[in-house]
């Protein structure tokens, strides 16, 4: 019998062994660029996630903020009220204050006497005939606007 080493052959070693030279350097590049596309559309794809959630936070906070304009607007009629049925120094700077603070954020005081009716800026409860197009003749309550979008129509008089 012969001996058998228990060291692997030449042929073996050559045969397990891989170079550079055997691979294909096109393979190589090809896959290459091949990763490095699906990293690029990864990074693309995660740029625009981020930009989406900043967007709807945006978007929350603003709605957030709406909302509580639209509660505020009735506290601010309130003071109205008050100060007109009886002026006082007090109540006009609370109101002013309040006031002040919602034009900074963005509250806009819709502009109705005079103007011609448009049912996305004024709510009709009353009417009186008139000659020519339907005018906006008397404001019974503010409307607001908030940042450009209409929170609440002016309540008006059309006269037309």
């Known amino acids: 019998m012969t001996e058998q080493s228990s060291s692997p052959s030449e042929s073996e070693t050559v045969a397990d062994e891989v170079t550079v030279s055997d691979v294909d350097s096109g393979d190589v590049l090809a896959e290459r660029d091949a990763y490095k596309d699906t990293l690029q559309r990864?990074?693309?794809?995660f740029e625009n996630y981020r930009k989406r959630v900043l967007?709807?936070?945006?978007?929350?906070?603003?709605?957030?903020?709406?909302?509580?304009?639209?509660?505020?607007?009735?506290?601010l009629d309130t003071l109205e009220l008050a100060q007109a049925h009886e002026p006082s120094s007090s109540l006009e700077q609370i109101a002013s204050a309040l006031r002040d603070v919602m034009t900074k954020e963005g509250l806009e005081r819709i502009e109705a006497i005079g103007q011609p009716f448009d049912p996305t800026l004024?709510?009709?409860?009353?009417?009186?005939?008139g000659e020519g197009e339907a005018t906006v003749s008397e404001e019974l309550r503010a409307g607001y606007r908030w940042k450009g979008r209409t929170v609440r129509p002016a309540m008006v008089k059309v006269t037309g």
């Not at 990864?42 to 794809?45: E, I, T």
């Open 42 to 45: 990864l990074q693309a794809d």
């Open 55 to 75: 967007k709807q936070q945006s978007e929350t906070a603003e709605r957030a903020n709406e909302s509580l304009v639209q509660k505020l607007l009735p506290i």
């Open 122 to 129: 004024h709510e009709a409860v009353a009417h009186e005939p």
